[in-house]
Each structure stands twice: as structure tokens, then as C-alpha cells.
């Protein structure tokens, strides 16, 4: 079965199971693989359009990926430590491990992020610098020349 095929029995599954029970099921089955569901997948399921669909998107990213599925949690991982997201980071960092990631392999990712969210900081920074500061405001008060770039 390739991978439209299996979308559409999981759509057919979807609709001759209802909305609420297949994201009561779909949260049992993560909860069970990962011994807890994410706080915004509890809220999503409040409302099961919301979550099925977020799932459904997820899956069909996922699943149809060239990375191989340890890389994708730690790719999430990563960008989850780099938008300072706690959550994100534990979740995606205890997926990656159960896909086979290493202590050493996460850690790595760890320092990947924090190197590329420095440089991001620093890239915006001088930037913002670059547009505001085109005139060298404390050398126009002090008669200092700027220096010429």
C-alpha cells in the first residue's frame, strides 16, 4: 500500500469512526508511546477537527520524508531549544531518543541550535545596526570622522 493509499483508509477510518473518538484514540496512542501527549495536543482535542487535522499534516510530512524519522526529532528538537521553547525540547528530545538517537548525537544538536540561534541574534542585531546607525550619531556630536567602509 503506498502512501496516498494509506491516507485515505486513515480518512475512511476517520469518518466511520467520528471525530471525538479518533482523537481520544489518537491521544491514547501517543500518550502510550511516548508516556505523555503534548499540552497543546490536549488543548487541540478539545476541539477534534483541530487536532486531527494538525495530526493529519504532521503524519503525511512525516511519513512521506526523505530524512529518516530519528533525524526528524531531532531536527524538531533543535528547533524547538532554538525558539526557546521548553516544551518542544523535551518532547521532541525524548522522541528523538526513542527513534534510536544517542546522548551524544542530542547533545550535539543541542550546541547546533544554540550556535545557529547566536548567530541569528547577532545577524539581526547588526543588521538593525547597519539600518539605524548608518549615521554615526556620538561622531556627528564630537566632529569624529566615521571611518569609511
Known sequence: MNDLEEFELTLQEIVS???????????????AEYGRAPLIFKRMAERPEVLISHLLYKTAVTKTSAIDPKYIELISMAVGAALRCPHCTSY?????????????????????????????????????????????????????EKPKT
Request: proline content about 1%; some cysteine.
Open 17 to 31: 469512526r467520528g471525530g471525538g473518538e479518533t482523537a481520544d484514540a489518537w491521544m491514547r496512542d501517543i500518550e
Open 92 to 144: 521532541h528530545m525524548q522522541a528523538a531518543a526513542k527513534k534510536g538517537a544517542s546522548r551524544e548525537e542530542i547533545l550535539e544538536v543541542i550546541l547546533i541550535a544554540g550556535m545557529i540561534s547566536n548567530s541569528s541574534v547577532l545577524a539581526n542585531a547588526y543588521r538593525i545596526f547597519d539600518e539605524k546607525m548608518a549615521r554615526c550619531i556620538p561622531c556627528d556630536s564630537t566632529g569624529i
